[in-house]
């Protein structure tokens, strides 16, 4: 037990630095395989890129003539595909690693003034050599240029060892240790606030990159046979020692037979589906078993150095070292310069294991056979001596070097180091001289991963596609990672070359199956052409991976709705149980784009700053409830959409949020809002302020819509021109309309040149209204009999055919009639419908609400109230509803219910004049000397400014509270469109 835990018999001081050092081998160890299990995780991270696509719906719909008019209204639809980010360096791994080495360098500094004074000089002068390796004269310390610095700091050190190996030989190693260690952490204070750099310690972590790497690959030569050593130690020793020589040959051929099959593969000469040695963990075990193997040969060194404490010192603080070098080096994903390790861990292995075999049957074998405890007697060789064997294994590793093309190491060497440069250079935000090492990182190293990487994003930055082509296809030809290849794919779909990121994407699959991240973009390439089995089986395989899932969700739902798959959106996110505010978006623009009901819980006012997800679930959570949503929740939605940090979702969502605030009945609020966006939008102009002429059709007001459909026409969007010709005709502008009819003529559109023929034919100044058929009859009274034209009507009536356009006819005169205050003639047309026999219900619902119009524009509430009791409201109507309600409430004596529905009605639509006039009414009659009727019938006007009644209502109210010249306005205007329409 004594000989496995040799330092218990060591004094205490030395067992202290053992412990400690112990403790940094194990830290150096756990740092390698965490570095290893990164990966380029370490420093790359998986960026979502999004995709988005708007899928139309119709909000809503209404009836203008015998046109059936659709308000469009935007869902979004989100993909989301993986992009490697730029690369990170690894600021913990190179700090970790500096310490590491300093504190390496340190004790084994203490070691060297404990030799002989040969070795001790030899130690001094490598020892220099180190320091010198570090170009502690970059650093500027104290801002003195030049080599003065590092001389006096090397000056210091030398002439310490010194006095403790020549003149204070006695000093005891524990105070030789503290103090190198108190003059190394007074250096780096001064380091630290002295030096005329940024980032002084990541220059030193950059310099001690190839003292580490030397001293590495010397560690490594050191202990590469130690595993075959252990197979003597297991089969020589213990009780049951019978037939040591076959137990012996067999576990060393198993194990020779892996070492070479791992190196075949390295070298891609097999590509078998088999368990392969890893590499690091050979070095892992070979380093500890080295200490103890060291231990074991002490004899054939101990003239030089005793292994208590020295040697132990020296084997570990060289592993810790090597840990430390191979933990930089993976954890900053440098695989230049880890092919070195990894091929100097593999040759040493094959070439001293191999030898070691040699020397083991030339010396051992006679004892092995009669089964004699070989193992202690292993470093006692008999015929083969030693060195020879060390020298024959260097040879053999340097065979495999050279047949390797031992340039290639020296030049994967400097491609490391650059790569190491042209990181502390982006962290110092010198862009042009990274760039200058990273391309000499990829002049040595050629094809090698890191340089490669970085320059094809600065390529991608630059715009330069075929230069970051030509790195990402060097970057994968060796040694691909997962970021490059979903990189180089995502190349080919940024260039729309949908066919060749599918090779792509596939390829880099077959190199990393089970990758959700190269599923996900697989399977957003094949949504591009429509491939909906294979999209749905990659994105399907991409939710079995943590890091894609929400990702994948997202997609399944995006091409639901983009390919319009009928499947019921919310019981698949139920199955999914996702919490992801994109997949939920997703969702619900399916539900609303195949007009699905929708019952999955779902908060979208959560998130107050938005992020594409949030907003996109925003949206269209607004557009699956815009008849659904209340007041309060929309006045919710308004400030977070108005906060300064959504700048960037504004524009779209403030049209949705304009769509909710007209399907609340806010018509001036929605108004407002989508004229703002059609002024001051340059892209989406045409949309906004197509929408907007659509609004003003529908409220009644064609010259506010032909001012928005000029812009609309102007940017060529969908039916524009359409209906700016039917907002000309309504508004009786017909030298115009027929101008837009010519060019609706022209359409490459069948049905709008059909339309506008029929058009033409009806605004025509001469026209034989008796060769009309019924819909041209219709359209003919709707659009050239003027309100004073009743004999003209009265002669046309006779000439339909069907009632039903002739009830429409009349019910429409009758409207016309009243909105001029003609009330006797609307009534006497209304009463005129209303002795047809219709076949269509709609137009007995229409009589009877302009029979209700009528009745509370007549003031006759007691009849109103029970001419409501059997008329039916729609969701539209629920302003005129709520007008009624609030008459009966006034005349009933309930003026606090009275007061609120007034309220509303003063401001929500100008449009509905008969609520804004009654308003202005009640509130007159509530406080005659406030001007708060004025204010309603005036801020009234300001929108609508094309309606007869509200003129005529807001002149008698100036002219009530005195403003005359105002009032003459009014009434001007009022006259105008007397004889206009």
Known sequence: MQTRWFWKNWPLDYRAIWYGVLALFIASVLFLWIGYFQGPDAVTDWMVFHQQETRESVSHAFDLGNFEISIPIESYLTFSYFNGSAIHPNLNASYFFLIGLVFGMVLLLTIITTLEKFWYFAGMGLFILFMVSLRLEVLRLFDITGRTVPIIIIVVFVLTTFFFNSIRSSTPFLIRFFTFLILTLLLAVCIHFFAGVDYPFLHMAVAGYLPGLILSVIFILMIAHEIPASFVYITSTGTATSKSLRHFSIISVVYMVNLVLAYMHEKKLIEWDFIYINFFLLLTLSAILGVWGLRHRENLYESMLPFNPSGAYLIIILGCITFLTGGLLVGNHNDPAIKII??????????????????????????MADNLNVWKVLYKPTRMPYFT???????????????????????NGMSGFYNHLGDLYVLLDREALAEAYYQQGRAYGFQNNRSNYVLAQLEVSKNNVKKAYNHYQLANGNRPTEYSLANEGNLFLAERRTFESIASFSKALSKFPNSGPLENNLGFAYSKIHKLDSALFFFDAARNNKQSKEAAEANVFALIGKEYLPVQSDSLLQQFNSTSQLTIGNALAVASLQRQTFTYMVDPLAQKQLDIASATLLNNYLVHNLKKIDTTTLRQVENIIMDSVNLDYQEALKATLAQAYYHQHNVR????????????????????????????????????????????????????????AVALAEARQFTEALAEVDSLLQHRDENLQEIGRQLKKVLSSSVDVNSFNDLEKYQFCRYRIGIRDTILFERILPLFENTDYKATALIEMAERQLDFNRIATAIRYLNLSGTLPVSDVNLAQRVNHLELKILAVLGRTDQLEQKIKGVTFSREQSLEKLLYESLIKEYRGDGERATAGFLLLAHYNPFFEEGVIASAKYFRKQNPEEFTAYNILAEAVQTNTTSYRLWMAYAEEATRVGFDNYALVALEEAESLKRRR
Do not use: C
């Open 342 to 367: 990894r091929d100097v861990i593999i040759f040493s292995h094959i070439g001293y294991g191999g030898i070691f075999l040699i020397y083991i049957v030339s010396n051992f074998m006679v004892m």
């Open 389 to 411: 064997f060390r020298f024959a294994g260097l040879i053999a590793t340097m065979a495999f070097v050279f047949y390797s093309n031992w340039k290639e190491y020296a030049y």
């Open 669 to 724: 609020k929605a108004l407002s809002i989508m004229g703002e966006l059609g002024y001051l939008s340059e892209i989406m102009q045409g949309k906004f302020n197509y929408i907007a002429g659509l609004w003003a059709l529908e409220q009644g007001s064609p010259e506010l819509a032909i001012s928005s459909f000029a812009f609309a026409v102007q940017h060529n969007y969908k039916e524009a021109r359409l209906y700016n």
